[in-house]
């Protein structure tokens, strides 16, 4: 009975972005996985889009941190203040995960003991129930694919920290591979090459803005430009300039072929059957490298694979992490997805757990 006034979360916790899904309510919350401290004491001073602004700009008794790495939780204490502030931010200051129910998205390839740590933590912080998703699954099923039938279904999600290539089939991920270039990666080789060929020192959020208003896969019918301040290195006194969307064309070209080399991969691995299908239906591609202009004209050009843009590539995640809830009543009449269903056994230690902590 008390399960009807449970709240029910999906939450994409990314590496630069933090999305969260409440069933009922929708896209709550889309704000930057960056916390803001105080070095001396370790107080968090601000997080997400507060704390992304005080980048670059902070005085020494601050600094901004991201509490994950590469897709995986780096400091779990300070990850789990930050989703309290986020829920905070939503539901006001009531105890933050109480009754609540939580499926996190993780990625795939992490270690059981990785994946536990983070259902542990969101128990231990008052959650009535955690459980980790990966993310290729939980956003193909954000995106409307039909992940629990015997189809073949290929994903390529491109966050902050990881690139993620997933062959999904009967609810399941078949087979899949993860890569440490993504987003910010691509922000690091805007900044080496601004200070190489300008002598230029420039900040993550300034590489960003460059490659979000000028990047491009592809060549553009008509070239764009951005000016951009930053600290000359050789006299230290600010200074501007141009840069164009040619010359940070030739930038993707490294981190492409390392996509390139994911996707290739993966068909590789995966069995005849489900190759064809995705050679039939296509690749999902979601997550923020989605909105570089052209990457999937790119990608399909390199491939050969027709590739569909996600109608929603930063909440589709988060969207398929809360979707996963309503599996939850089907699990237990032992239908929806095989690779959730709850052994007895898991069972009856969360509920053995629930009974100690009334």
């Not at 105890?95 to 990785?114: A, E, K, M, N």
Request: charged fraction near 25%.
């Amino acid at each position: 009975m008390l399960g009807r006034f449970d709240i029910f979360y999906g939450i994409d916790l990314g590496t630069s972005n933090t999305v969260i899904y409440q069933q009922g309510r929708g896209i709550v919350l889309r704000e930057p996985s960056v916390v803001a401290i105080r070095q001396d004491t370790g107080e968090i001073v601000a997080v997400g889009t507060e704390a992304q602004a005080m980048i670059g700009r902070t005085p020494e008794s601050l600094e901004i941190v991201y509490p994950l790495t590469n897709g995986v939780i780096a400091n779990f204490d300070m990850t789990s203040q930050m989703l309290q502030l986020f829920i905070r931010k939503i539901e006001g200051r009531r105890r933050w995960l109480r009754g609540s129910q939580v499926y996190i998205s993780v990625p795939c390839g992490i270690t059981s003991v990785q994946k536990r740590a983070v259902e542990e933590t969101m128990v231990h912080k008052g959650a009535k129930k955690a459980v980790a998703v990966e993310e290729p699954l939980a956003a193909a099923l954000g995106a409307g694919m039909p992940v629990d039938e015997p189809i073949g279904s290929l994903v390529l999600d491109i966050g902050g920290g990881t690139s993620q290539v997933a062959v999904l089939s009967l609810g399941g991920i078949v087979v899949s591979h993860t890569v440490r270039r993504a987003g910010m990666s691509i922000d690091k080789d805007i900044i080496e090459y601004v200070k190489k060929t300008y002598s230029l020192a420039i900040g993550d959020r300034t590489a960003e803005e460059i490659k979000m208003r000028i990047g491009s896969a592809v060549e553009l019918p008509e070239e764009l430009s951005i000016d951009i301040r930053g600290r000359d290195l050789i006299d230290g006194l600010p200074r501007a300039v141009r840069i164009t969307s040619g010359e940070i064309r030739g930038l993707f070209d490294d981190f492409l072929s390392v996509i390139f080399e994911a996707i290739r991969y993966t068909l590789e691995h995966c069995p005849p059957e489900l190759a064809g299908d995705v050679v039939e239906r296509g690749m999902l591609l979601c997550g923020g490298g989605a909105l570089l202009h052209g990457l999937d004209r790119r990608i399909q050009a390199e491939t050969g694979v027709p590739v569909h843009i996600a109608a929603e590539p930063l909440d589709c995640t988060a969207l398929g992490a809360g979707m996963m809830l309503d599996y939850r009543r089907e699990r237990r009449m032992g239908t929806g997805l095989p690779g959730y269903r709850e052994s007895a056994a898991a069972v009856e230690r969360e509920d053995e757990r629930l009974r100690q902590e009334a």
